[in-house]
């Protein structure tokens, strides 16, 4: 009895140890090959790190070893859509489903459908089950977790995202994406300098990446240190060329410091580049956006015909046409422009989503507001930018500051230089460096008949205007500025 | 700071016992672990970012930036706070010290760091790093050669104190050795070693003073105060927990500091001077003489060590340090020689005197061989010669002008190992051959005592042997220089010999240690009080015999010993003039002691043979005269049963009975103890026989006839010697029995009812005194009546217990076999006899008599049962019939 069961035992064992070692390689995520999957693997990081030629070379290797290779072909059909191939994202992930259904395994199905459904809309029910069912299954899953947060981002829940990516930290100290979208976060906050540790971190977790000093850059912009930022995009183009979304920023950083000629060298060099992307109409918004705010009305008015001429279709493009009419003072189109944009925009989907709907006041009263202003009645332009400040309470300082600067030069045009001051002021804490609230502030200054502050905010104003281009309307306001300053002989 | 004693050893038990063993090996071997890996962690070339970090937090924040042994400049700054190395971040000093080893030597990684609250990235040149430098190998030798000697010593000797504080001593100085506190590299090899280093440099300077202050000799201020041996370890405990919380919790880097330093040498110094101290205090030039080399070993280490290495701390130099740090081979190097050479520690080596001076031979020529090369080089060298021929030359005069400094030396070697001393080894060879021959104690005191006086220059020679009592010791024999007019031979003593002598404790020492005992009164007065522990109780107690001896003008013991057994010692007064004892002297009076010793014990047991033939011959004549004096067989009397036995002692004694049938029909029985034992005893016996028999003879009074004997007796022997005695008349017709007891236990009748009566009318002992009287009483006897006569050797047998037979037991025994015969009566008897015992053989000498009436017609001889049984086995029944 006893040698029968050791005999049986014996044999068990033997059996275990055939299977070990004739049972095959091991089983990756939606693979047999190791090989495969390691490109993928880097694939994976190379698009998270906007790599997107590299991940496109790593995953086609990948296919090309493994051709069901489905978490591969999934990852294509994203960079397809980098790459404006909407076709061929369609036809990856097409064949992406199809191989997803072969899968044996509920979990991996699970994840697949993750990777498919990682650009659609924010609220997707069926993402949103896809995450909460792998997330039980496997929480510490990495992808799992990235893509909640993700969604979670997208969605302006910033704690809980917050939250999701140092849970990531916790399993992996040295997840790159993490401390970029903390970083990001913390700009969101307002917590600047907590943005650069953690995108610091993330640069130096990413070597050679250009997306970490990217990211650093902006923030850097944000906070008024343009020479970092200079320095930071410069990496970034130094370790990827090709990387348009620096190029873009380091034209809008030239823009922002009134090096408009710079910056419209920058932005155009790279135009043919960019040509059919989306980030060709990303540089041209950026273009007009910066147009406005340097007072460049006519080239923004060039600008925006461009816009509507080169998209029609896009978003933007009736506000754009509702803004160009009412500064040509052509005001019942300019209504029924915006209106018509308001209309269309409403009828989306993503109406459905407070952060839409706040996007569509904001562009109401931004329009409102300046209507106003161009007909004097600056407490109604006062109060259309109190609402549009009021409805963007959660997007970051950096994007705020327009509203503010517009709102203290309403104030000022009424006749109500404090709390004109006392905006500029908040827009100069979080960026010390942006010349139109500087110049607001000296003007708000001198009207409340503070002098040496006036004289403060131009002496910083002026090696700032020293760097820009002479033909910025900020040059003769200084200039005007300087000379109610300079002590007269009577004085 | 005084001396206890002077034996280099101490008695002190091993604390701990075996696992105290245990853990000392275990010592031993983790130390040896952590040398083997502190070897291999110190030569392992790693990458280096020159920065000390802060241990202990989560934190890895740079405490120091030493400057780069390639000058180059480090970008991180003290303070700064290290998040990242390479391309990963770091969340501990450990995970950033594997980070770091990943890296290249060489290479410039680039250091993510916190710096006044900003990220900032810093490329870092990682420079190669290893501990050890050039010298290493010599300190690993080092190391290795205290921890063997540690090790030896330790399992050689380890009962003693000393030998258990040297072992730790040694091991210390391999962890230091084999340890750098200068940097480190915070790998956590380096984090063990570093610490393990601190710690040996904090306890060694104590645990070298703490040796020192009981090795070779217990300081008395130690003993006196236990509690200072614990102190000396307090501060430098101290100064390791303050280390190692720097290490792991501190602000800056752990270091030793000056001041802690110079505590640390001072230790080191209180040590030295301990030992020069020891040192100076003998007067004994053996036991100085075996501490020389060790001291000159031990200060020739220490003193370079703590000068260039110790008191400089961590600013000195590798260079300096390992100058320092070379002669402390000279350390473990005296240990051994003296170990060897004159067992320090009690420590026997197997390592045998013509191994060591081989190899001592093969240095030195190693040595020689090394100078004729080195200065034939020299020559050529000087005379810019090259050819062979010169070469050759050369060698050849460096050879010829080094060689007589090579007989110089190796004539020292010889004679250091085989010294000829020419007097000694003709004397020594004089007492060799004379000492064997001499076998009375007397004549050899007289002879080889008289001959050491000569030699040795002594006033006399005094022999004292143990005496009964323990701590007692008793003069055997003094003798006195020839030439002198003093005191001669003679066990009775003399004005500088006393008689005895009280040694206890030192006698213990003696016989322990085995070699001579320097009596000096001790200069330091102890109070009894303060004996509290038996270490101290036994130091008291020598201290107090050695004053005594002192006073008694006694200047040196030395032990004779056979086989570990202390039989006598030489008490020696100051040589003539007050000289010195030379170590000379002190080798021939400890050698020819041990000779005395074992040719005195030779004496002792042939004495002691012959004493025990003669008392074998003696014991033999007395059974003779004894065996004579029974009868050999019991008379054959109608009416009466008789059985009779004598039980043998191993001695001879003197009981004795008789049985004589008178003309008259009447039996006389006698059954007597005479006092003593062997001859004298059967003399007496056959003495008082022959008086009864005549006595009886002629009258039938047993009053009269012990009377008269008595008076025979007293007269005619020593009043020490004397008879207990019983005499009865049985008329078996009358059926009436008529005795007197002299002094004798009183024999037993009992009736034919079961009543027992005790015959006890009489007088004294016989022989013992010319006075008294002796009352008789006439009894019935009849048929059935049982009497029953016995010496004193049956009720005062003893058992196991202690317990006597007692005749209580008798009378029972008595009563309970009623109505059985007389030989039944004493196979009884001597049955209970021997299960009372449990023995064999009886203590002393046991006679049974036994007479029973009948109640058939008297005279009916086949009723007469005799045991006569004579000699040993005496219960064996031996039937006489008739």
């Known amino acids: 009895m006893k040698r029968s069961v050791l005999m049986g035992l014996a044999a068990l064992a033997l059996v275990a140890l055939a299977l070990l070692f004739l049972g095959g390689p091991k089983r990756e995520f939606t693979t047999r090959s190791g090989e495969a999957y390691k490109l993928f693997e880097r694939g994976y990081s190379q698009l998270n790190a906007f790599q997107f030629s590299q ?110 990516y140092e849970q990531i930290l916790a399993i992996e100290p040295n997840h790159a994406p993490a401390y970029n ?47 970092d930022a200079e320095r930071e995009f410069a990496a970034a183009l130094d370790a990827q060329p090709d990387f348009h979304y620096s190029q873009i920023n380091l034209g809008e950083l030239y823009l922002e410091q009134g090096m408009i000629a710079k910056g419209e060298k920058i932005l155009e060099s790279i135009r043919a580049a960019l040509a059919g992307l989306p980030q060709e109409r990303e540089l041209d918004e950026t273009l007009i956006r910066m147009y406005y705010t340097h007072e460049l009305y006519d080239e923004a008015l060039r600008a925006m015909e461009s816009y509507q001429r080169k998209y029609p279709d896009a978003f933007l493009c009736d506000f754009y046409r509702a803004i160009q009419l009412a500064m040509q003072d052509r005001r019942e189109e300019a209504n029924a422009a915006i209106a018509g944009f308001l209309a269309e925009a409403r009828r989306s989907d993503a109406f459905a989503f407070k952060n839409y709907r706040d996007q569509l006041d904001n562009l109401e009263h931004q329009f409102r507001a300046m209507l106003a202003t161009r007909d004097g009645d600056h407490e109604k332009a006062i109060d259309e930018w109190q609402l549009m400040l009021d409805s963007s309470l959660s997007r970051p300082a950096h994007e705020r500051w327009w509203f503010l600067w517009r709102q203290g030069e309403s104030y000022l045009a009424a006749g109500r230089p404090g709390p004109a001051l006392e905006n500029a002021k908040r827009i100069l804490e979080t960026n010390p460096a942006r010349i139109r609230p500087l110049l607001l502030l000296a003007r708000s200054a001198l009207e409340l008949g503070q002098a040496e502050l006036a004289g403060q905010a131009l002496a910083k104003v002026q090696p700032l205007l020293a760097r820009a281009d002479a033909k910025l309307p900020a040059q003769q306001t200084y200039r005007d500025l300087i000379a109610q300053l300079a002590p007269t002989p009577a004085d | 700071m005084a001396t206890e004693e002077s034996n280099f050893q101490f008695s002190a038990a091993p604390r701990g016992g075996a696992v105290g063993h245990w853990a000392h090996l275990l010592g031993a071997l983790a130390t040896f672990g952590l040398c083997l890996f502190s070897a291999m962690d110190a030569g392992k070339i790693r990458p280096n970012d020159g ?50 080893g990943r890296q290249q030597v060489g290479s410039l990684v680039p250091y993510l760091i916190m710096r006044d609250g900003k990220v900032l990235r810093v490329p870092v040149r990682l420079s190669a790093f290893r501990t050890a430098d050039r010298f290493y190998p010599y300190y690993g030798f080092l190391s290795l050669a205290y921890w063997l000697i540690g090790l030896m010593i330790y399992l050689r000797g380890r009962e003693s104190q000393a030998a258990r504080l040297f072992f730790r001593m040694c091991l210390l100085f391999a962890v230091f050795f084999m340890t750098d506190l200068n940097r480190s590299s915070y790998f956590w090899g380096d984090i063990i070693t570093r610490n393990a280093g601190a710690l040996a440099r904090f306890l060694l300077p104590a645990l070298f003073l703490h040796f020192f202050l009981v090795f070779p000799d217990k300081k008395i201020i130690v003993t006196r105060r236990p509690w200072l041996e614990p102190l000396l370890y307090v501060l430098p405990l101290v100064f390791y927990l303050q280390f190692t919380m720097d290490q792991f919790f501190g602000s800056h880097a752990p270091r030793i500091y000056n001041t802690r330093w110079l505590v640390l040498g001072t230790f080191f110094s209180a040590g030295a001077v301990a030992l020069l101290h020891s040192y100076y205090q003998f007067r004994d030039p053996l036991q100085r003489r075996r501490i020389r080399i060790l001291t000159v070993g031990t200060l020739a280490g220490i003193l370079p060590f703590l000068i260039f290495t110790v008191l400089p701390g961590d600013r000195v130099g590798d260079t300096l340090a390992f100058i320092g740090t070379v002669p402390m081979i000279a350390v473990p190097l005296s240990f051994s020689y003296c170990i060897a050479r004159y067992r320090v520690m009690q420590i026997e080596v197997l390592l045998k005197r013509s191994l060591v001076y081989s190899l001592l031979t093969g240095g030195l020529f190693l040595l020689y061989l090394g100078f004729v090369l080195g200065l034939g080089a020299l020559l050529l060298r000087l005379s810019s010669q090259t050819s062979q021929v010169a070469t050759v030359a050369a060698t050849l005069a460096a050879a010829a002008s080094l060689w007589p400094a090579r007989v110089h030396l190796q004539g020292q070697l010889d004679r250091r190992f085989f010294r000829s001393r020419g007097n000694l080894a003709g004397a020594l060879q004089e007492f060799g051959l004379e000492i064997p021959q001499i076998i009375q104690q007397d004549a050899l005191i007289g002879r080889i005592g008289g001959r050491l006086c000569q030699l040795v220059d002594l006033p006399r020679l005094a022999v004292y042997r143990p005496g009964p009592a323990g701590e007692e010791w008793l003069l055997a024999g003094v003798v006195a220089h020839p030439a002198a007019d003093g005191p001669r031979a003679g066990p009775d003593g003399c004005d500088e010999c006393p008689a005895t002598l009280r040694l206890a404790a030192t006698a213990l020492r003696l016989a322990q240690f085995n070699e001579p005992y320097w009596v000096e009164r001790s200069q330091v007065r ?24 002192a006073g008694l003008g006694i200047a040196l013991l030395v032990p004779m010993l056979v086989r570990g057994r202390l039989v006598g010692l030489f008490a020696l007064p100051p040589k003539h003039g007050g000289d010195d004892y030379q170590l000379q002297d002190l080798e021939l009076l400890t050698l020819v002691a041990g000779q005395m010793a074992l040719q005195i014990e030779n004496s002792r047991l042939y004495e002691e043979e012959l004493k025990k033939q003669k008392l074998e011959e003696q014991l033999a004549l007395a059974r003779s005269i004894q065996s004579r004096l029974l009868p050999e067989r019991l008379p054959e009397v109608r009416g009466l049963e008789l059985a009779a036995c004598n039980l043998n002692s191993a001695e001879v004694s003197g009981d004795y009975y008789d049985l004589i049938v008178r003309d008259d029909g009447q039996l006389v029985v006698i059954i007597s103890d005479v006092s003593g034992k ?16 005549a006595h009886c003879a002629i009258s039938d009074s047993p009053g009269e006839i012990l009377d008269r004997v008595n008076l025979y007796l007293y007269a005619s022997t020593d009043p020490t010697h004397f008879a207990t005695l019983f005499l009865a008349f049985v008329d078996p017709v009358r059926r009436r029995l008529r005795y007197s007891s002299g002094g004798h236990n009183a024999p037993i009748l009992r009736r034919a009812d079961g009543t027992l009566l005790q015959l006890d009318k009489g007088g004294l002992p016989l022989g013992a005194f010319d006075f008294g009287s002796y009352e008789e009483e006439t009894i019935d006897f009849g048929p059935g ?18 317990e006597e037979f007692g005749t209580a037991r008798v009378e029972r025994l008595l009563s309970e076999h009623h109505g059985i015969g007389a030989g039944d009566l004493l196979d009884i008897m001597n049955a209970e006899l021997r299960a009372f015992s449990g023995r064999e053989q009886a203590d002393d000498d046991v006679t049974l008599l036994v007479l029973k009436a009948l109640h058939t017609a008297a005279g009916n001889p086949t009723d007469a049962v005799a045991y006569a049984q004579r000699g040993l086995p005496p219960l064996t029944r031996a039937e006489n019939e008739s």
């Open chain 1, 55 to 164: 991940a496109d070379s790593s995953l086609r290797r990948a296919v090309a070893l493994d051709g069901e290779f489905a978490a591969a072909h999934a990852l294509l059909s994203q960079l397809s859509l980098r790459f404006g191939d909407q076709a061929d994202s369609d036809r990856e992930a097409a064949l992406a489903d199809s191989l997803a259904a072969r899968l044996p395994n509920a979990l991996e199905r699970a994840k697949l459908q993750l990777l498919l459904l990682a650009y659609r809309k924010p609220g997707d029910q069926v993402r949103d089950s896809l995450l909460d069912y792998v997330l039980a299954e496997q929480p510490t899953d990495l992808m799992a977790l990235s893509a909640k947060a993700s969604v979670l981002y997208q969605t302006g829940k910033w704690d809980d995202c917050q939250r999701i």
């Open chain 1, 181 to 227: 979208m903390l970083g990001y976060l913390a700009a969101g906050r307002g917590d600047y300098e907590q943005a650069v540790t953690h995108l610091r971190k993330y640069a130096f977790l990413a070597p050679g990446l250009a997306n970490p000093h990217d990211s650093l850059g902006e923030v850097l912009s944000w906070k008024g240190d343009y020479a």
């Open chain 2, 51 to 100: 920065t000390v970090w802060l241990l202990g937090r989560s934190t890895v924040t740079v405490l120091e930036v030493p400057p780069r042994a390639d000058g180059g400049i480090n970008l991180l700054q003290p303070g700064d706070e290290i998040i990242g190395i390479g391309t990963t971040l770091v969340a501990s000093p450990q995970e950033a010290a594997q980070l770091l």
């Open chain 2, 526 to 549: 102890l109070d009894v009080r303060a004996a509290a522990t038996r270490e101290q109780a036994e130091l008291l107690q020598r201290l107090q015999e050695r004053d005594a001896l």
């Open chain 2, 678 to 693: 062997g001859i004298p005893a059967s003399l007496l016996a056959s003495s008082l026989q022959a008086s009864l028999r």
């Open chain 2, 785 to 802: 009546d049982m009497l029953f006569l016995y010496t004193d050797g049956l009720t005062e047998t003893v058992d196991h217990a202690d």
